[in-house]
């Protein structure tokens, strides 16, 4: 079964940082591509960055550009999103996905305010 497990969401003040990670388990993690996505309040979900399975290379949507990092740990099938300076408009529920899979996690709320 595959499984993606969110953690490491909380609330941050305007200009902080936080660390999300996925824990994958039930598929080989090292041969996808991942993604994290956002959801707003109300809203659809926003897609914000992808990492390649093979050579690792990165996309980022613009409005996080500059501000977020992706990475990945093969080794303990983990995925990460390193986030810093945090702004007011990135307070969503953030989930990571492997769309090649249809599968996403339950999701982890960040809230970024004063």
């Known amino acids: 079964e595959v499984q993606l497990v969110e953690s490491g969401g909380g609330r941050v003040q305007p200009g902080g940082s936080l660390r999300l990670s996925c824990a994958a388990s039930?598929?080989?993690?090292?041969?996808?591509?991942m993604t994290w996505i956002r959801q707003f309040s109300g809203k659809g979900a926003e897609w914000v960055s992808t990492i390649n399975s093979g050579d690792g290379a990165t996309i980022y949507d613009d409005s996080v550009k500059g501000r977020f990092t992706i990475s990945r740990d093969n080794a303990k099938n983990t995925l990460y999103l390193q986030m810093d300076s945090l702004k007011p408009d990135d307070t969503a529920v953030y989930y990571c996905?492997?769309?090649?899979?249809?599968?996403r996690g339950q999701g982890t709320q960040v809230t970024v305010s004063s």
């Open positions: 039930g598929f080989d993690f090292s041969g996808y591509a």
């Open positions: 996905a492997c769309p090649r899979l249809r599968a």
